[in-house]
């Protein structure tokens, strides 16, 4: 049975507070074949021993997104540069706010395809122009896109995590290794162990991240508050 086109969520790219405006949206005539997500530590802190001699994690990450779009005008003629144009311009830093604000900075970006929602600065781009009308015209472009989001300190998401979810950041963790992967794109979830809730009444009243040794042992050590608070 064919695949009605019309019904096929399209991804998009768009300035976050300018997301409810559709006609903002940047929309892929062709959603990415696959979306290459990454976490690392920032580099000023891995591989930092601590008193025991064990290696720390990072107290900070950065989160990074990398996928293709294609973007075609062979229906239309129209040279496809006029919308690929629109997505190169989020590398230019926008005008300060005001004139003593110094230089400006590019703007945020979020990339939002069905439940996958990630926001970033636009980091790469590269443009493969691969077909041409009889008159020179580019038609159909092929973007090479990666994104980059400095990420909180992880104690802080780590309990983030734990109070939004009602659930220990641990069962995110947990549900990738088992090949849940659309975990990876759950808005506020931090899928790394050391996150606990704490609960009052059968009510969320905070959470305890913890970071810095090994995840286990953040664990351990944010159960460890709970019980020494007596939750």
């Known amino acids: 049975m064919p695949i009605d ?3 096929i969520t399209k991804a998009y ?4 507070e300018q997301e409810p405006d559709v006609s903002k949206r940047i929309v892929f005539d062709f959603n990415p074949g696959s979306l290459s997500y990454t976490l690392e530590a920032s580099a000023q802190q891995q591989n930092q021993p601590n008193k025991t001699g064990q290696t720390q994690h990072g107290a900070e990450f950065t989160a990074k997104l990398s996928f293709d779009a294609i973007f075609d005008n062979t229906d239309t003629g129209e040279d496809v540069r006029s919308t690929t144009s629109l997505i190169a311009a989020f590398l230019r830093p926008e005008a300060p706010a005001t004139a003593n604000s110094g230089a400006g900075s590019p703007p945020q970006v979020l990339m939002h395809w069905g439940a996958f929602r990630f926001k970033g600065l636009l980091t790469q781009y590269r443009e493969t122009l691969d077909f041409f009308s ?3 015209v580019p038609l159909r472009s092929t973007l090479s896109l990666a994104m980059t989001e400095q990420g909180e300190p992880l104690p802080l998401d780590k309990a983030k995590t734990a109070a939004t979810f009602r659930r220990p950041s641990k069962a995110f963790e947990d549900g990738i290794a088992k090949g849940r992967v659309a975990l990876l794109g759950l808005s506020g979830a931090t899928p790394i162990e050391g996150g606990v809730p704490i609960m009052a009444g059968g009510k969320v009243i ?8 090994n995840s ?3 664990a351990a ?3 460890a508050g709970l019980k020494a608070a007596g939750l």
């Open 5 to 7: 086109a019309s019904a």
């Open 134 to 136: 009889k008159e020179g």
């Open 13 to 16: 790219l768009v300035k976050p």
């Open 216 to 218: 286990d042992q953040d």
């Open 221 to 223: 050590a944010a159960a």
């Open 206 to 213: 905070g959470a305890i991240g913890v970071s810095g040794a």
